[in-house]
Nanobody, 119 residues
Framework: VQLQASGGGLVQAGGSLRLSCAAS????????MGWYRQVPGKERDLVAA???????NYADSVKGRFTISRDNAKNTVYLQMNSLKPEDTAVYYC??????????????WGQGTLVTVSS
């Protein structure tokens, strides 16, 4: 299973970006999918997550600005980021919990995409 993330880049404060992450390979189903971010010297933190049924949760710092969604038919998760702030600058990673049945799942990570927000 591979996760391919795209959509990062440089944007001015107040601008928007949309990240995409597509999972491919031997996949029967995917449970939760999510986006995390990491800055140098700090831990990787959850930004947003979405279950297969569409339930979402967000970090407090992005509530009201970011929206996570997914297309189950395409095994793809999206992150719409609006009203970006310089503190949103980070490498963003996608994650997919692939279901292998018998209550076993395995977490796969994408390669990371850099988001830079200039002030």
């Amino acid at each position: 299973v591979q996760l391919q993330a795209s959509g990062g880049g440089l944007v001015q404060a107040g601008g928007s970006l949309r990240l995409s992450c597509a999972a491919s390979g031997s996949i029967f189903s995917i449970n939760a999918m999510g986006w995390y971010r990491q800055v140098p010297g700090k831990e990787r933190d959850l930004v947003a997550a979405i279950t297969s049924g569409g339930s979402t949760n967000y970090a407090d710092s992005v509530k009201g600005r970011f929206t996570i969604s997914r297309d189950n038919a395409k095994n793809t998760v999206y992150l719409q980021m609006n009203s970006l702030k310089p503190e949103d600058t980070a490498v963003y990673y996608c994650k997919a919990d692939v279901d292998y049945g018998l209550e076993y799942e395995y977490a796969y990570w994408g390669q990371g995409t850099l988001v830079t927000v200039s002030s």
